[in-house]
């Protein structure tokens, strides 16, 4: 068995990562990221990254584009659409930067954008809001 696993939490807020320590603190640790460079930053410390896919609450100048560069000039629908999946943008700045962490993307998608994620986002497992924390728990053990 494997020692105790310390994941990024990659999420605009601190709902995730506070829900995440008061339920399955126990086996694991979490460490907090805000946006990209925080995740960047905690890369070389932790196992693996759950990002969140929405960073509505984020400001637009520590959000990313699709090139990976900073959005703090752009109008208020170029911002809605980068915030919307900023997760994503996220995991592809960090996989362009060679950093091969497993991924857990707390999405609900089709099955369709979904396969796309995790065939272009290696190693990268998709979690669906319907899921558990033991599901969950399951899910952080199988990816690292």
Same mark, same amino acid.
């Given at each position: 068995?494997?020692?105790?696993?310390?994941?990024?939490?990659?999420?605009?807020?601190? *709902?995730?990562?506070?829900?995440? @320590?008061?339920?399955?603190?126990?086996?694991? %640790?979490?460490?907090?990221?805000?946006?990209?460079?925080?995740?960047?930053?905690?890369?070389?410390?932790?196992?693996?990254?759950?990002? %969140?896919?929405?960073?509505?609450?984020?400001?637009?100048?520590?959000?990313?584009? *699709?090139?990976?560069?900073?959005?703090?000039?752009?109008?208020?629908?170029?911002?809605?659409?980068?915030?919307?999946?900023?997760?994503?943008?996220?995991?592809?700045?960090? @996989?362009? *930067?060679?950093?091969?962490?497993?991924?857990?993307?707390?999405?609900?998608?089709? %099955?369709?954008?979904?396969?796309?994620?995790?065939?272009?986002?290696?190693?990268?497992?998709?979690?669906?809001? @319907?899921?558990?924390?033991?599901?969950?728990? %399951?899910?952080?053990?199988?990816?690292?």
């Amino acid at each position: 068995m494997k020692g105790r696993r310390t994941f990024a939490v990659v999420e605009d807020g601190s *709902e995730y990562i506070q829900r995440f @320590r008061r339920f399955l603190g126990e086996s694991f %640790d979490f460490v907090p990221a805000g946006d990209f460079a925080t995740a960047r930053a905690a890369a070389g410390a932790v196992e693996g990254l759950l990002l %969140d896919l929405d960073f509505r609450r984020t400001p637009s100048d520590r959000l990313i584009d *699709e090139q990976g560069q900073p959005a703090a000039a752009v109008d208020a629908g170029t911002r809605h659409r980068l915030a919307e999946t900023q997760g994503i943008l996220i995991l592809r700045r960090l @996989r362009a *930067e060679a950093i091969v962490l497993p991924a857990v993307l707390f999405a609900d998608l089709d %099955d369709r954008q979904a396969d796309f994620l995790r065939r272009t986002l290696a190693p990268l497992a998709i979690a669906p809001s @319907r899921l558990g924390l033991r599901e969950i728990a %399951d899910l952080l053990r199988a990816v690292t």
